[in-house]
C-alpha cells in the first residue's frame, strides 16, 4: 500500500520560514518524480513545486519561485520544501504527491499518489 505521509507544517510569522516534509513508502520512490500543491480555504488547489526522480530539474510555480526550494533525499525516501520569506497569502494545506512519471510535472493529473496534507498558517 502506497503512503505519503507529510509533516513539518506550522505557524509563523510573516518572513520567517518552514521545512514540510514527505515520507513515502509503499513504492520504488526513487523512480518517481514528486511534487507539491497547495490549497487555500475557498480555492482550488494548485501546483507548488516538482522534482524528478533523479533530483534534477525542478520546477516551481511563478508565485513562490526565488523563496520556495524542493529537494529530495533518495535514501531516506523524503521528499523537501524549503520555504522561506513566507506571506500570509502562502497560508495553505500543503500536498505532497508522487507523480507517474518521472519528471517533474505541475499539473495534477500527471500524480498518482497523494498525501493526507498539512496545514501551513502565515500570520501578518
Known amino acids: 500500500q502506497v503512503q505519503l505521509v507529510e509533516s513539518g507544517g506550522g505557524l509563523v510569522q510573516a518572513g520567517g520560514s518552514l521545512r514540510p516534509s514527505c515520507a513515502a513508502s509503499?513504492?520504488?520512490?526513487?523512480?518517481?518524480?514528486v511534487g507539491w500543491f497547495r490549497q487555500a480555504p475557498g480555492k482550488e488547489r494548485e501546483f507548488v513545486a516538482s522534482?524528478?526522480?533523479?533530483?534534477?530539474?525542478?520546477i516551481y510555480a511563478e508565485s513562490v519561485k526565488g523563496r520556495f526550494t524542493i529537494s529530495r533525499d533518495n535514501a531516506r525516501n523524503t521528499v523537501y520544501l524549503h520555504m522561506n520569506s513566507l506571506k500570509p497569502e502562502d497560508t495553505a494545506v500543503y500536498y505532497c504527491?508522487?507523480?507517474?512519471?518521472?519528471?517533474?510535472?505541475?499539473?495534477?493529473?500527471?500524480?498518482?499518489?497523494w498525501g493526507q496534507g498539512t496545514q501551513v498558517t502565515v500570520s501578518s
Open positions: 522534482i524528478s526522480w533523479t533530483g534534477g530539474t525542478p
Open positions: 509503499g513504492l520504488l520512490f526513487s523512480t518517481y518524480g
Open positions: 504527491a508522487a507523480s507517474k512519471y518521472g519528471g517533474a510535472e505541475d499539473t495534477q493529473g500527471a500524480f498518482r499518489y
